[in-house]
């Protein structure tokens, strides 16, 4: 896939026309397990409440374990959608370390 076409989408996200911005959600999604690495940058660097958690639902369709970090930083997360995407996240990657932090995560009380 282009770094182009993931910019653009990225982009088409930012702007008002809601359906651009369901299209170009779309596309990423499908798409996210090829650009995984930018999708947690976009996230890391996004400050707009409603879209990191639109880059960190992306990054859990991705399944991929370069973002268990992640999920795991965001098992703290104040935010309670960030919070719910990292338990998701976690959940599809079903691996070892994802149910571990899970288990750690629910005997702290970070989660139910």
């Given amino acids: 896939m282009s770094r182009r076409r993931f910019d653009q989408a990225v982009q088409h996200m930012r702007g008002q026309d809601a359906r651009v911005r369901a299209d170009s959600f779309d596309f990423l999604r499908e798409h996210a397990d090829a650009y ?5 940058e ?3 660097a ?3 409440d409603g ?10 369709e991705a399944r991929s374990a370069q973002a268990l970090d992640l999920f ?7 935010d309670e959608s960030l919070r719910f995407w990292a338990v998701r996240g976690l959940e599809m990657l079903d691996t ?3 149910w571990q932090a899970l ?3 629910q005997a702290e009380g970070l989660i139910a």
């Fill in 103 to 105: 288990d750690q995560a």
């Fill in 36 to 40: 995984v690495g930018e999708l947690i």
């Fill in 42 to 44: 976009e996230f890391a």
């Fill in 46 to 48: 996004e400050e707009d």
């Fill in 51 to 60: 879209l990191r958690c639109l880059f960190l639902e992306l990054v859990a």
């Fill in 72 to 78: 795991r930083d965001q098992l703290e997360s104040m």
């Fill in 96 to 98: 070892r370390e994802a």
